[in-house]
């Protein structure tokens, strides 16, 4: 039985600009981490072979010093490593892959497809169709030559490839680099190993997109897995088992405040996230500066908390109530001033969300205040 | 408030007492001129309420040069409906009480209470001053000081504050202001206070922004250029490869190759061309050579016929020279013989002629001969009788300066006998007759006188002698003189060879005459022989020497004096004889050329019969034959040659002409150079290859994606920020306006009641005009219609009057709202409005009557008549002093 770890999308390299430095740089390590832990899964599961199907690399241009830490991420197994260049990382005539051949940087059981062609295993009686990219976009499907590519008969045919499978994923996303659907029947393929989306998904019995090892975004379904993949002879058909590899969960929020224990249901949510988590929240609706306060706190705690938290409260309006307005002691003109600001929030243009956040600072300046006098009295 | 009694002692002027008592509630008008002491009451008023009594800087109150006073003021008043009495001293003894019903206070105390109750404080040290004087010092207006209404104000402001929101609850904020300004602080750390331009952190953060989004774009660049390099790789390596497959260049080469040989056979064709052609050449030049040498062969034939022609023609001309010479022979013969008889027939002519000359010379000379003989004896005559007078002459010659001097002489002598007879003594004599007297030895008869100058002796015959002396006293120098003169006068006349002067002067006449026979013998020996007689003698030699010569030289000639007679004249003779001589000399001249020519044309004659000989032994050498017919044979070999040689260049002309070597030239540099740019294009595309692998290695080394993703992070963050500080700006600006915009709307709501009282004095003043209050409380802005329509401007643009008339009711005004508000209003004008002009002061009564029913005023002023019109008596302060 033949057994292998299919794995694709690595991006190392990536940054992540819409957190803040430490939060970034932990998931820009993460990376490297679920690389390791790849090298680790397949030593631990026993594969035969790695199958990596492309964008290891996140761009073309990185530093001499990230190439020689990817590589060195794989020593955790021995076995060999089998990858395509992708779309990211495609084998142009000077990439990211003739740079790490020139460092030295390539394990030699590492192999780096870098031509369309056959890898062979005779030991293992595997023959590996590789299409790689060698453009940063083609049109063309690099898969078509696969059923006329013929391999020592008994050998499994295991394809290996990096584009999107024409009429599953929505139109528009990664039309360029295009794999026709039924590939691997038509092109005899006991598996079809597939990489660029980055969530895991099946496509049809032999061909799967692994997903990527470590999620990088929050619309990635199903992302943070890799692949193990069993096949019982060459034309059995494969028995796929999916296995977490992220460390980190991307949760994506919305809300809707419209009462006042929506707060509530917002704050529990909130307390359900953990250190593994990194979570980008959209509020709309409108709440009380009580309930601004309580919501801030919470804010400021689960940040505390979990990995990366980030609140965009721009369509949130705020309506102090008579409550409001007594407990922040808001007398003569200053109550005109809040009424006023509460009223602007309701305009259409950008005036609403300045009227917001001029509310939230004069009443923050308020409670401020009399909370110092209060400890003064 | 009001004021009942004023007492006043030992305070400046006033030294004694001064008492003001039954003060009106409404107004009180006090009078008196300068220096009359109404400054010096309110100040009084002043230093009771605003001075501690125990300040040491109030020296001023005490009266001048008064060491020992004590300043005391003691007010009576009532306000809130409590009566007070207050009485203060300074300085030497410092008191302060106050009394309120059975209710004292002392000291401090009571100026605290005092303080509070009328609202104002006191200084911390020293004199009281402006700052303190609260809402005194802005109701009691001191000299001048009316129309200076924002300080007073400043310093009154809690309490105007206070009075307005009494007045109209508590609705201000307690703390907007601060509020206020702490969002001012916050907004004005990210923006200018003036232009709302960001500054600080968010300033900062828009730097830092830009500066990222500027390093990314210069990344993206160079990440293009990186990927344009990559592509081109590829594509360089692309044609490399195929480059390498084809090696276009070699087909290129081949060809150029194929062209190489095809011209280097056209050369080969062209070279025979040449070869042909010199040939041809070379033949021509034979052919010239033995067309000459042919040419050669005929002339010399034709020279010897010239030759022989020549030698004939040359004797032909011998001959005929030869006989010219010897008729020239004969006639140059002829000519000498006819020579010879001339020449002798001009030779007899010649005698004849010589013969008949000395002939007539010989008569000549014979004639010249006597002449001269006869001259000469006539010259010789006269040369005797020239002899003889010169002789004679000189025998009788005296010269006239001797005789003029014998005269001379003779002169002075008679003029010293003269003189001696003049002295003389003179003796006449009458002698009888006959009687003889002898004076001296000379006798004397008759009568007679005589001059004696000597002594003499008259001896008178008969009677003796008299001795008479001529008593003269020089009569004997004279006599001496005479002497001397006789002397030198005879020794002239002796040497003269004369016996007196008249001797001399018949010598000189005879000498004369002799002198002039002398002369006519000269002239006439002169007429004879001009040169002399030598000369004549000489003369006569000659023609004698030439006579005898002439008689000798006729007497040489013998010939033949016969036959003269046929004889030609002499010059008939000459000219024949010239005639022949030429003529001779012109037959032996042309014999002389004759001779010439001929012995010419011999030369010519031998020379050309050698030239003959040797162009004959030329022709008649041996070879020539031989030779000739050589040349004669290489011709025909010549020009057989040529024509060979034209055909051979006819055809290779019309090869050259069919292979095109020039196109053959231009295909091989077309091939050559195609194949050399590829192989030139081939070998850069190497080199750019490799210098393109190598910067991109080095550009790879770099990591540009990474960097680039790195600033996109940082880059992504800073907008994070700038937006985050936008939004705050934008939010705290917001507020900012909102809250100043609220708070100024209060503002005007809380000075409503203000401007109500102002405007009710306004209205009295200028009618429908507008005053505005400003945060300040302070009058600003001031409308109003007058005779030029609307016009504005703020407060401190009015005139020092006008001015001044608003400073009194904007205080009337602050009053009105201090007195609403239960404060104790006191007002004091000094000396005020006195720059108001008669209609202004007549609206301002009306205005000070109007407040006068609500406040109490006290008015102090140095011109009485002014307010005559104010319904209550005026009180002076002279008046009061006198009581």
Request: proline fraction near 3%.
């Given at each position: 039985?033949?057994?292998?770890?299919?794995?694709a999308?690595?991006?190392i390299?990536?940054?992540?600009?819409?957190?803040?430095?430490?939060?970034?740089?932990?998931?820009?390590?993460?990376?490297?981490?679920?690389?390791?832990?790849?090298?680790?899964?397949?030593?631990?599961?026993?594969?035969?072979?790695?199958?990596?199907?492309?964008?290891?690399?996140?761009?073309?241009?990185?530093?001499?010093?990230?190439?020689?830490?990817?590589?060195n991420?794989?020593?955790?197994y021995?076995?060999?490593?089998?990858?395509?260049p992708?779309n990211?990382?495609?084998?142009?005539?000077?990439?990211?892959?003739?740079r790490?051949?020139?460092?030295?940087?390539i394990?030699?059981?590492?192999?780096?497809?870098?031509?369309?062609?056959?890898?062979?295993?005779?030991a293992?009686?595997?023959?590996?169709?590789?299409?790689p990219?060698?453009?940063?976009?083609?049109?063309s499907d690099?898969?078509?030559?696969?059923a006329?590519?013929?391999?020592?008969?008994?050998?499994?045919?295991?394809?290996?490839?990096?584009g999107?499978?024409?009429?599953?994923?929505?139109?528009?996303?990664?039309?360029?680099?295009?794999?026709?659907a039924?590939r691997?029947?038509?092109?005899?393929?006991d598996?079809l190993?597939l990489?660029?989306?980055?969530?895991?998904?099946?496509?049809?019995?032999?061909?799967?997109?692994?997903?990527?090892?470590?999620?990088?975004?929050?619309?990635?379904?199903?992302?943070?897995?890799?692949?193990?993949?069993?096949?019982?002879?060459?034309?059995?058909?494969?028995?796929?088992t999916?296995?977490?590899?992220?460390?980190?969960?991307?949760?994506?929020?919305?809300?809707t405040?419209?009462?006042a224990?929506?707060i509530d249901?917002?704050?529990?949510?909130?307390?359900?996230?953990?250190?593994?988590?990194?979570?980008?929240?959209?509020?709309?609706?409108?709440?009380?500066?009580?309930?601004?306060?309580?919501?801030?706190?919470?804010?400021a705690?689960?940040?505390?908390?979990?990995r990366?938290l980030?609140?965009?409260?721009?369509?949130?309006?705020?309506?102090?109530?008579?409550?409001?307005?007594?407990?922040?002691?808001?007398?003569?003109?200053?109550?005109d001033?809040i009424?006023?600001?509460?009223?602007?929030?309701?305009?259409?243009?950008?005036?609403?969300?300045t009227?917001?956040d001029?509310?939230?600072?004069?009443?923050?300046?308020?409670?401020?205040?009399?909370?110092?006098n209060g400890?003064?009295s | 408030?009001k004021?009942?009694?004023?007492?006043?002692?030992?305070?400046?002027?006033?030294?004694?007492?001064?008492?003001?008592?039954?003060?009106d509630?409404?107004?009180n008008?006090?009078?008196?001129?300068?220096e009359?002491?109404?400054?010096?009451v309110?100040?009084?008023?002043?230093?009771?309420?605003?001075?501690?009594?125990?300040?040491?800087?109030?020296?001023?109150?005490?009266?001048?040069?008064?060491?020992?006073?004590?300043?005391?003021?003691?007010?009576?008043?009532?306000?809130g409906?409590?009566?007070?009495?207050?009485?203060?001293?300074?300085?030497?003894?410092k008191?302060?009480?106050?009394?309120?019903g059975?209710?004292q206070?002392?000291?401090?105390?009571?100026?605290?209470?005092?303080?509070d109750?009328?609202?104002?404080?006191?200084?911390?040290r020293?004199?009281?001053?402006?700052?303190h004087w609260?809402?005194p010092?802005?109701?009691?207006?001191q000299?001048?000081?009316?129309?200076?209404i924002?300080?007073?104000?400043?310093?009154?402001?809690?309490?105007?504050?206070t009075?307005?929101?009494?007045?109209?609850?508590?609705?201000?904020?307690?703390?907007?202001?601060?509020?206020?300004?702490?969002?001012?602080?916050?907004?004005?750390?990210?923006?200018?206070?003036?232009?709302?331009?960001?500054?600080?952190?968010?300033?900062?953060?828009i730097?830092?922004?830009?500066?990222?989004?500027?390093?990314?774009?210069?990344?993206?660049?160079?990440?293009?250029?990186?990927?344009?390099?990559?592509?081109?790789?590829?594509?360089?390596?692309?044609?490399?490869?195929?480059?390498?497959?084809?090696?276009?260049?070699?087909?290129?080469?081949?060809?150029?190759?194929?062209?190489?040989?095809?011209?280097?056979?056209?050369?080969a064709?062209?070279?025979?061309?040449?070869?042909?052609?010199?040939?041809?050449?070379?033949?021509?030049?034979?052919?010239?050579?033995?067309?000459?040498?042919?040419?050669?062969h005929?002339?010399?034939?034709?020279?010897?016929?010239?030759?022989?022609?020549?030698?004939?023609?040359?004797?032909?001309?011998?001959?005929?020279?030869?006989?010219?010479?010897?008729?020239?022979?004969?006639?140059?013969s002829?000519?000498?013989?006819?020579?010879d008889?001339?020449?002798?027939?001009l030779?007899?002519?010649?005698?004849?002629?010589?013969?008949?000359t000395?002939?007539?010379?010989?008569d000549?000379?014979?004639?010249?001969?006597?002449?001269?003989?006869a001259?000469?004896?006539?010259?010789d005559?006269e040369a005797?009788?020239?002899?003889?007078?010169?002789?004679?002459?000189?025998?009788?010659?005296?010269?006239?300066a001797?005789?003029?001097?014998?005269?001379a002489?003779?002169q002075?002598?008679?003029t010293?006998?003269l003189?001696?007879?003049?002295a003389?003594?003179r003796?006449?004599?009458?002698?009888?007759?006959?009687?003889?007297?002898?004076?001296?030895?000379e006798?004397?008869t008759?009568?007679?006188?005589?001059?004696?100058?000597?002594?003499?002796?008259?001896?008178?015959?008969?009677?003796?002698r008299?001795?008479?002396?001529?008593?003269?006293a020089?009569?004997?120098?004279?006599?001496?003189?005479?002497?001397?003169?006789?002397?030198?006068?005879?020794?002239?006349?002796?040497?003269?060879?004369?016996?007196?002067?008249?001797?001399?002067?018949?010598?000189?006449?005879?000498y004369?005459?002799?002198?002039?026979?002398?002369?006519?013998?000269?002239?006439?020996?002169?007429?004879?022989?001009?040169?002399?007689?030598?000369?004549?003698?000489?003369?006569?030699?000659?023609?004698?020497?030439?006579l005898?010569e002439?008689?000798?030289?006729?007497?040489?000639?013998?010939?033949?004096?016969?036959?003269?007679?046929?004889?030609p004249?002499?010059?008939?003779?000459?000219?024949?004889?010239?005639?022949?001589?030429?003529?001779?000399?012109?037959?032996?001249?042309?014999?002389?050329?004759?001779?010439?020519?001929?012995?010419?044309?011999?030369?010519?004659v031998?020379?050309?019969r050698?030239?003959l000989?040797?162009?004959q032994?030329?022709?008649?050498?041996?070879?020539?034959?031989?030779?000739?017919?050589?040349?004669?044979?290489?011709?025909?070999?010549?020009?057989?040659?040529r024509?060979?040689?034209?055909a051979?260049?006819?055809?290779?002309t019309a090869?050259?002409?069919?292979?095109?070597?020039?196109?053959?030239?231009?295909?091989i540099?077309?091939?050559?150079g195609?194949a050399?740019?590829?192989?030139?294009?081939?070998s850069?595309?190497?080199?750019?290859?490799?210098?393109?692998?190598?910067?991109?290695?080095?550009?790879?080394?770099?990591?540009?994606?990474?960097r680039?993703?790195?600033?996109?992070?940082?880059?992504?963050?800073?907008?994070?920020?700038?937006?985050?500080?936008?939004?705050?700006?934008?939010?705290?600006?917001?507020l900012l306006?909102?809250?100043?915009?609220?708070?100024?709307a209060?503002?005007?709501?809380?000075?409503a009641?203000?401007?109500?009282?102002?405007?009710?004095?306004l209205?009295?003043?200028?009618?429908?005009?507008?005053?505005?209050?400003d945060?300040?409380l302070v009058?600003?802005?001031l409308?109003?219609?007058?005779?030029?329509?609307?016009?504005?401007?703020?407060?401190?643009?009015?005139?020092?009057?006008?001015?001044e008339?608003?400073?009194?009711?904007?205080?009337?005004?602050?009053?009105?709202?201090?007195?609403?508000?239960?404060r104790?209003?006191?007002?004091?004008?000094?000396?005020a409005?006195?720059?108001?002009?008669?209609?202004?002061?007549?609206?301002?009564?009306?205005?000070?009557?109007?407040?006068?029913t609500r406040?109490?005023?006290?008015?102090?002023?140095?011109?009485?008549?002014?307010?005559?019109?104010m319904?209550?008596?005026?009180?002076?302060?002279?008046?009061?002093?006198?009581?």
């Amino acid at each position: 039985m033949l057994k292998l770890l299919h794995t694709a999308d690595w991006q190392i390299g990536k940054l992540y600009g819409q957190f803040e430095p430490d939060d970034a740089a932990l998931l820009a390590e993460a990376r490297f981490a679920a690389v390791e832990r790849l090298a680790q899964l397949a030593s631990v599961q026993g594969v035969h072979m790695v199958l990596v199907a492309g964008d290891v690399f996140d761009a073309q241009g990185v530093a001499e010093r990230t190439i020689h830490r990817l590589f060195n991420c794989l020593r955790g197994y021995a076995g060999p490593w089998v990858m395509i260049p992708g779309n990211h990382d495609a084998a142009l005539s000077e990439s990211v892959w003739t740079r790490a051949a020139r460092l030295g940087a390539i394990p030699p059981n590492v192999m780096v497809c870098l031509a369309p062609g056959v890898v062979q295993f005779d030991a293992l009686r595997v023959a590996v169709l590789a299409a790689p990219l060698t453009q940063r976009i083609t049109h063309s499907d690099l898969t078509s030559v696969f059923a006329a590519t013929d391999t020592p008969a008994g050998f499994h045919r295991i394809g290996l490839a990096h584009g999107s499978v024409q009429g599953i994923l929505a139109d528009g996303i990664d039309s360029s680099n295009p794999i026709a659907a039924g590939r691997a029947a038509e092109a005899r393929l006991d598996y079809l190993a597939l990489g660029d989306w980055h969530g895991c998904r099946q496509v049809d019995a032999r061909t799967w997109y692994s997903g990527t090892p470590e999620t990088d975004r929050f619309r990635a379904n199903d992302s943070g897995r890799a692949l193990i993949v069993e096949i019982a002879a060459p034309g059995a058909e494969p028995v796929v088992t999916p296995v977490v590899t992220g460390q980190y969960r991307w949760f994506n929020e919305r809300a809707t405040l419209q009462v006042a224990s929506d707060i509530d249901v917002l704050l529990e949510r909130l307390a359900a996230f953990d250190r593994a988590d990194v979570v980008q929240l959209m509020l709309d609706g409108e709440t009380d500066l009580a309930g601004h306060a309580r919501l801030r706190d919470a804010l400021a705690q689960t940040q505390g908390r979990v990995r990366s938290l980030t609140a965009d409260l721009s369509a949130l309006r705020i309506a102090p109530t008579e409550d409001d307005i007594d407990a922040l002691a808001a007398d003569g003109y200053l109550g005109d001033v809040i009424d006023e600001l509460r009223t602007l929030q309701g305009s259409g243009d950008g005036e609403a969300e300045t009227a917001r956040d001029a509310l939230v600072l004069l009443a923050g300046l308020l409670r401020d205040r009399r909370g110092t006098n209060g400890a003064a009295s | 408030m009001k004021l009942t009694r004023i007492r006043i002692e030992q305070f400046r002027q006033f030294r004694q007492p001064l008492q003001i008592a039954g003060l009106d509630p409404g107004l009180n008008l006090f009078t008196g001129p300068n220096e009359a002491g109404k400054s010096t009451v309110v100040a009084a008023i002043r230093a009771a309420f605003f001075e501690r009594h125990r300040s040491g800087s109030v020296d001023d109150l005490r009266p001048w040069g008064d060491a020992s006073a004590s300043p005391t003021v003691e007010l009576d008043f009532e306000t809130g409906g409590v009566a007070y009495r207050l009485s203060k001293s300074f300085l030497v003894r410092k008191r302060c009480t106050l009394i309120s019903g059975a209710q004292q206070f002392d000291g401090a105390d009571a100026e605290d209470r005092l303080a509070d109750l009328l609202g104002f404080r006191h200084a911390g040290r020293g004199a009281s001053a402006a700052e303190h004087w609260g809402i005194p010092g802005l109701l009691w207006i001191q000299q001048g000081t009316a129309h200076d209404i924002r300080d007073p104000v400043a310093h009154a402001t809690d309490h105007l504050r206070t009075a307005l929101n009494t007045s109209l609850g508590e609705v201000a904020s307690s703390g907007g202001d601060a509020v206020t300004d702490e969002v001012e602080a916050l907004r004005n750390e990210l923006l200018t206070p003036a232009n709302a331009t960001p500054r600080g952190p968010y300033k900062d953060a828009i730097e830092t922004e830009a500066g990222l989004a500027a390093e990314i774009a210069a990344l993206d660049a160079d990440i293009a250029a990186y990927r344009n390099k990559v592509d081109r790789l590829a594509a360089l390596r692309r044609e490399h490869e195929a480059d390498d497959a084809q090696k276009p260049w070699l087909a290129l080469r081949a060809q150029e190759q194929a062209a190489r040989r095809k011209f280097d056979e056209a050369r080969a064709l062209g070279a025979r061309l040449g070869d042909a052609q010199q040939r041809a050449r070379r033949i021509d030049d034979t052919l010239a050579l033995l067309h000459s040498q042919l040419e050669r062969h005929g002339a010399e034939q034709n020279e010897v016929e010239q030759r022989r022609a020549a030698l004939t023609a040359a004797e032909d001309r011998l001959v005929a020279a030869q006989a010219t010479a010897q008729q020239w022979q004969r006639r140059s013969s002829d000519a000498a013989a006819r020579h010879d008889a001339a020449r002798q027939a001009l030779n007899r002519t010649r005698q004849r002629d010589t013969r008949a000359t000395l002939a007539r010379q010989l008569d000549e000379l014979t004639r010249r001969r006597d002449a001269a003989r006869a001259t000469l004896a006539q010259a010789d005559t006269e040369a005797g009788r020239l002899r003889s007078a010169r002789q004679q002459m000189a025998a009788t010659e005296l010269r006239s300066a001797d005789l003029a001097t014998l005269r001379a002489q003779q002169q002075d002598i008679r003029t010293l006998r003269l003189r001696q007879e003049a002295a003389a003594t003179r003796v006449r004599f009458t002698l009888d007759d006959g009687r003889v007297i002898r004076i001296g030895e000379e006798s004397l008869t008759g009568q007679g006188e005589r001059l004696l100058t000597d002594a003499t002796a008259v001896t008178l015959p008969g009677l003796g002698r008299l001795d008479i002396t001529p008593g003269g006293a020089d009569l004997a120098d004279l006599g001496r003189q005479e002497a001397a003169l006789r002397d030198r006068h005879a020794a002239l006349l002796a040497r003269l060879g004369v016996g007196s002067l008249d001797a001399a002067e018949a010598r000189l006449h005879i000498y004369m005459q002799h002198q002039a026979d002398a002369q006519t013998a000269e002239a006439a020996l002169k007429a004879r022989a001009p040169q002399g007689l030598d000369a004549l003698r000489g003369e006569l030699a000659m023609l004698e020497g030439r006579l005898a010569e002439a008689e000798q030289s006729l007497s040489r000639l013998i010939g033949e004096p016969d036959d003269d007679a046929a004889l030609p004249s002499i010059n008939e003779a000459e000219s024949q004889e010239e005639a022949a001589r030429a003529s001779a000399a012109d037959a032996a001249k042309q014999l002389a050329a004759a001779d010439i020519a001929a012995a010419n044309a011999q030369s010519a004659v031998d020379a050309a019969r050698r030239e003959l000989r040797n162009a004959q032994a030329m022709l008649d050498a041996p070879e020539r034959a031989a030779r000739l017919a050589a040349a004669q044979r290489a011709l025909n070999e010549a020009l057989a040659g040529r024509a060979a040689a034209a055909a051979d260049i006819d055809a290779l002309t019309a090869q050259c002409r069919d292979v095109r070597p020039d196109i053959l030239e231009q295909d091989i540099r077309r091939f050559g150079g195609s194949a050399e740019q590829l192989e030139r294009t081939a070998s850069l595309r190497r080199d750019e290859l490799t210098r393109l692998e190598v910067e991109l290695q080095a550009a790879g080394a770099q990591g540009l994606d990474e960097r680039r993703a790195e600033r996109a992070r940082d880059h992504a963050r800073a907008v994070r920020r700038a937006t985050e500080l936008r939004h705050r700006a934008a939010a705290l600006d917001h507020l900012l306006t909102s809250l100043k915009s609220h708070r100024s709307a209060l503002t005007r709501r809380l000075q409503a009641p203000l401007q109500k009282h102002l405007d009710r004095y306004l209205q009295l003043l200028f009618p429908h005009a507008n005053l505005d209050i400003d945060d300040q409380l302070v009058p600003g802005a001031l409308k109003r219609t007058g005779a030029a329509g609307a016009e504005g401007g703020r407060f401190e643009e009015f005139s020092f009057g006008a001015r001044e008339q608003m400073g009194v009711i904007s205080r009337l005004a602050y009053a009105d709202l201090l007195r609403e508000a239960g404060r104790p209003t006191l007002i004091i004008l000094d000396d005020a409005l006195v720059h108001s002009d008669d209609e202004r002061l007549a609206r301002m009564k009306r205005v000070l009557f109007d407040a006068a029913t609500r406040h109490q005023i006290l008015l102090f002023t140095c011109h009485p008549e002014n307010w005559r019109d104010m319904g209550v008596a005026a009180r002076s302060l002279e008046a009061l002093k006198a009581v």
